[in-house]
């Protein structure tokens, strides 16, 4: 079952259409108490690094709520806590005190072991370095999440994603045989093949140039409005952040602000204006 349970076909909105907004205008009550479940969940956490003189509040007081079938990013100045609260979220890294659900899962508590299975199961990630083993093919590369959690691949579903990021011709070549841009995709397919609850993507057009980046961002965003997967991404680009659905911005480990449909412009002004006034 693992993942497939938490598919979006399973939770009664289909796994194709756009339901960005679901859940919302006209719902039934059957579907706002499915929806009123949130992908992901943090409440009142905080994250204190080190003691003494040496301590860190790298998080503070972050209570925030991630939409199933949502791209969010998180933005926010250096040192605002953007990959803490991403490494809190997925369960990487633990947090000082709060709550953390991925569904209605709390992290809060769990052991090494069940959270290495959590991850396995119900997690996705793509990181900037791409993160592929270098004496796999492509092919082998996506499909090793799977194969290490023991579980079969959906035919259908390869095909869809091998599809969607255009490598049907690559699937045999080795990373160092692909483009930055291409080897990016293997890593989004290799995410979205085990239909996670969620997706983390840690500043995933960092080692991309614009073109590169903008074909990630847009079969990112494909996979959110198509395929109703959930992805969470820490970026410190705006235009990547014009891809997501909805922005939040993080300052001094707070909380300071959100956007909804966000520009590149929307989202610089509130940039500048997380600079020019600092949050104590
Ligand atoms: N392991 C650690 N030990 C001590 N302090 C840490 C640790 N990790 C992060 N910090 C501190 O916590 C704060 C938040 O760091 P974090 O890396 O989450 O910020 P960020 O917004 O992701 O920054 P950047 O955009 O530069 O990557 C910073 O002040 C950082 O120095």
């Known amino acids: 079952m693992g993942g497939v349970r938490n598919r979006p076909a399973a939770d009664g909105r289909g796994a194709s259409g756009p339901y960005r907004r679901m859940g919302r205008p006209g719902a039934g ?6 929806s009123s479940v949130a992908a992901v969940s943090a409440v009142d956490v905080w994250k204190v690094y080190g ?29 605002s806590g953007k990959s803490t609260l991403m490494h809190c979220l997925a369960g990487l890294d633990t947090v000082t005190r709060g709550m953390i659900h991925i569904g209605e899962t709390p992290l809060t508590g769990m052991n090494d072991t069940q959270l290495t299975k959590l991850r396995r199961n119900q997690i996705g990630f793509v990181f900037q370095q791409f993160n592929l083993l270098p004496t796999l093919t492509a092919e082998e590369n996506m499909l090793l999440p799977l194969s290490i959690a023991g579980r079969k ?3 259908e579903w390869f095909e869809t994603i091998v599809t969607t990021v255009g490598l049907k011709d690559r699937l045999g070549h080795r990373p160092t045989q692909l483009s ?14 085990a239909r996670p609850d969620v997706i983390f993507a840690d500043e995933p057009t960092g080692n991309l140039d614009s073109r590169a980046g903008a074909d990630v961002l847009s079969f990112l965003r494909n996979s959110v409005h198509e395929h109703g997967q959930t ?50």
């Open 29 to 34: 009550s059957e579907m706002m108490s499915e």
């Open 51 to 79: 003691s003494g003189e040496a301590q860190v509040m790298a998080l503070a007081s972050i209570t925030t709520r991630f939409e199933k079938g949502r791209f969010t990013a998180i933005m926010g100045p250096s040192g």
């Open 153 to 155: 691949v959906d035919p």
């Open 180 to 193: 930055g841009g291409q080897q990016q995709r293997v890593a989004c397919a290799r995410a979205l093949l």
């Open 231 to 280: 992805i969470i991404m820490v970026t410190h680009d705006p235009v990547a952040a014009s891809y997501a659905d909805h922005v939040i911005f993080l300052a001094d480990g707070r909380m300071v602000d959100e956007l909804s449909a966000p520009t590149a412009e929307g989202v610089l002004d509130k940039l500048k204006s997380l600079d020019t006034e600092p949050v104590h």
